[in-house]
Nanobody, 122 residues
């Protein structure tokens, strides 16, 4: 099994920045493709950003392009999400996800973290 633990969420004013981290433990060799999703109250979970095993492929939701950056450090089994120019509509619980496949363009991720709250005040 793979365990994912997110950190770095919090309350920030609009225009501010936060950096989320997600550390993997357990069978970390199974946590190859990684991604961030988010879910706002009353809304469905949505994809935010994804990164392949070697970092060679990256994808972003249109709503965060140019503001968010996903990166990873495989030596630390950690994936990051740098969020800049935050907007109130970015308020959500952010979830880290991982999968044993090297890269996912469609389909579900196999492993999920518990989530971390990000609140952006106007």
């Amino acid at each position: 099994q793979v365990q994912l633990v997110e950190s770095g969420g919090g309350l920030v004013q609009a225009g501010g920045s936060l950096r989320l981290s997600c550390a993997a433990s357990g069978r970390t060799a199974m946590a190859k493709a990684k991604a961030w999703f988010r879910q706002a109250p009353g809304k469905e979970r949505e994809f935010v950003a994804g990164i392949s095993w070697n970092g060679g492929s990256i994808d972003y939701a249109d709503s965060v392009k140019g503001r968010f950056t996903i990166s990873r450090d495989n030596a630390k089994n950690t994936v990051y999400l740098q969020m800049n120019s935050l907007k109130p509509e970015d308020t959500a619980v952010y979830y880290c996800a991982a999968d044993s496949r090297a890269w996912i363009t469609v389909g579900e991720y196999g492993y999920w973290g518990q989530g971390t709250q990000v609140t952006v005040s106007s």
